[in-house]
């Protein structure tokens, strides 16, 4: 269980840096040219990381069709909702909002995963919801006039997210492969935000290099970092475990854009966030230990 909770801890660290290095980069170019770029970054990485251990009988395994279906949401749709989030309402709310990912990964892996919730765990996902109710009030968001369209965005982000991971626990309970499973998810994923980007964009921002190029290029590494992380803590531990401590991005967001890019502000509700959804994770992990 203990790599489990470290790597999921590390994931939240991932993303939370991802969050921040995205929103310098949407300055120089925009969300779906930096969407495809950084989910292409992370499939070429995994081909080249992944090809020295890939063994051919991996593609005929029934785990293949589960890694497929979640390269559907996960970086691709996942990468294009948290970017676009990113751009309308900063890391630090989007990374809050995330809080909600346990609440739409926790359900498929009851149902069809066999997992059971237990008090302590439900006691920290009320404190992570709870937290993420005062990031949004203490941001001082207009809830009449544009709260739901502000809010939507990062909340779809995380429903994706979720989303991929049971689907992709269900695929190592068959094949235990997360360098596979991510170059396939990766591959798949670029091919659908290509096809948007085909359909929505401009290609030919694509073949251009401006410093948002490359920023995203930074963005889909770290990014692919912190994806494959939570799939090496899906393969160690649970989906509750999981997707409870990746959720944790909102006080790392916090800590790295006040002390390390200077360009956040801590007020008293980022502190109060901070401790309702570490203890919200703190309880989620007496949970699990008690099962």
Request: proline share 3%; charged share 10%; glycine share 8%.
């Amino acid at each position: 269980m203990i790599v489990a909770i470290v790597f999921a801890i590390l994931s939240a660290i991932f993303f939370a840096l991802a969050s921040i290095i995205a929103k310098y980069a949407l300055v120089y170019l925009d969300e779906l040219t930096g969407a495809f770029i950084s989910v292409l970054t992370m499939a070429v990485v995994f081909w080249c990381v992944a090809i020295w251990n890939l063994e051919w009988d991996f593609w005929y395994s029934e785990a293949t069709l589960y890694f497929v279906i979640a390269g559907l949401f996960l970086p691709a749709l996942g990468q294009r909702f948290q970017i676009l989030a990113l751009k309308h309402v900063g890391p630090t709310l989007t990374s809050a909002i995330g809080a909600f990912l346990p609440l739409f990964a926790i359900l498929p892996a009851i149902l069809y995963l066999g997992e059971t919730v237990t008090l302590f765990q439900f006691v920290g996902i009320t404190l992570l919801v709870g937290g993420l109710i005062l990031a949004a009030v203490g941001r001082g968001i207009s809830w009449r006039r544009r709260a739901f369209y502000l809010v939507i965005l990062p909340l779809f982000a995380a429903i994706v997210r979720a989303i991929a991971q049971p689907i992709s626990k269900v695929g190592y309970n068959i094949l235990a492969e997360p360098m596979f499973a991510m170059m396939v998810m990766t591959t798949v994923s670029s091919l659908v935000v290509g096809v948007m980007l085909l359909v929505q964009g401009s290609p030919k921002r694509v073949l251009s290099f401006t410093r948002g190029h490359w920023l995203f290029v930074l963005v889909g590494a770290v990014t692919g970092s912190g994806i494959l992380a939570i799939q090496v803590s899906l393969v160690a531990g649970s989906v509750t475990l999981t997707s409870a401590l990746s959720s944790v991005a909102p006080v790392f967001s916090v800590l790295l854009g006040a002390y390390i890019f200077k360009n956040e502000r801590i007020f008293w509700w980022h502190g109060v966030v901070a401790v309702m959804v570490c203890l919200g994770a703190v309880f989620i992990v007496a949970g699990h230990s008690a099962i």
